[in-house]
């Protein structure tokens, strides 16, 4: 069987409507690879992010070929409307090789004490170390993407020993799983996307943590969520849906709890903080990383 690899260059913060857009027709990954020298994962000295990033896919050349890559090209025109996209591009590989072309593009993240690591790779854990074996695949969520990597910060930070926890859109997975690993007691992790669910549903038991965490197939409000039963959650998602659920996130939250938001495009941020301003929501620290910001959110009013 061959396959085809489309990619196309991009701004950064058009790269997840874009990945989306892959992941949902595409059915081999999606991987987002930095142009140029800027490697935040191992060089800290970099000083910012890069002005294209490339997204790419893979899909196998069955009878779903033509319809899949029409439906990613009517996907790209649409984003084209609203930034200056390259081409998409395409070139066909056999079996074999897309699988190393796909795997090349992973690589170890560690976050932290978190290290991040694909299923092929090997690594052995220094003192102090968790780790999570996560594979790119049809759910969002690897750790290298910005959005993704500031939560894990988050999480390693503010996850405590036994603690509840909620992640909302949890897509892979990635978010609950590292919770656990940090020693959360117990994680309900939900998305409404059914692909997703069955992908956190398999890390999770591949990470060895599937008793500890329950995934959901549904959003906010929910009758298997209670209200005030959880000491953090993250919603790494995107603006419209933090506007649109930030009363119900912040109902989930114990007196004391705190909720961490992810997936907002800076020119955003003013709607977001607006809508948590109004649920009576106070940030307490604000993570810019290129054109994407993570809000970290308790009870009580905004400042003046």
């Keep these: 069987m061959k396959w085809s690899e489309l990619s196309i260059r991009t ?5 997840e409507p874009l990945s989306e857009i892959f992941r949902r ?3 081999g990954g999606v991987a987002i ?15 910012g992010p890069p002005d294209f990033v490339i997204v790419r896919t893979y899909l196998r050349q069955d009878a779903t070929y033509r319809s899949r890559r029409s439906m990613i090209q009517v996907g790209v025109k649409l984003v084209a409307l609203l930034a200056p996209l390259g081409e998409l591009q395409e070139s066909t590989m056999e079996e074999g090789e897309w699988l190393t ?3 090349s593009h992973y690589g170890l993240l560690r976050i932290g004490r978190l290290v991040i690591r694909p299923s092929w790779q090997e690594y052995v854990l220094r003192p102090g170390e968790v780790m999570v074996v996560q594979d790119p695949g049809m759910a969002f969520g690897t750790g290298h993407h910005p959005t993704t990597r500031r939560c894990l910060e988050q999480l390693e930070q503010r996850v405590t020993s ?7 859109g949890t897509g892979s997975g990635i978010l609950a799983i590292a919770a656990v690993k940090l020693g959360a007691g117990s994680v309900v992790a939900l998305d409404n996307d059914s692909d997703a669910v069955e992908s956190a549903r398999g890390n999770s038991q591949a990470n060895g943590v599937d008793t500890e965490i329950k995934v959901i197939h549904g959003t906010l409000p929910h009758s298997l ?3 005030g039963g959880y000491q953090l959650a993250v919603a790494n ?9 930030a009363q119900p996130l912040m109902d989930t939250l114990t007196p004391d709890g705190c909720l961490v938001v992810s997936g907002i495009l800076h020119e ?4 977001v903080e607006e809508a948590l301003a109004g649920v009576n929501a106070t940030v307490v620290e604000q993570v810019i990383d290129g054109d994407w910001v993570t809000l970290a959110v308790k009870r009580g009013a905004f400042p003046n």
């Design 11 to 15: 701004p950064p913060e058009y790269a």
């Design 25 to 27: 027709y595409g059915e």
């Design 33 to 47: 690879e930095e142009v140029g020298d800027w490697d935040p994962d191992n060089d800290p000295a970099t000083l």
């Design 101 to 103: 072309a796909w795997r």
């Design 162 to 168: 036994g603690m509840s926890l909620l992640d909302l």
């Design 225 to 227: 969520v209670p209200s």
């Design 237 to 245: 998602v995107t603006a419209q849906v933090i506007t649109s659920k």
């Design 268 to 271: 955003r941020l003013q709607e």
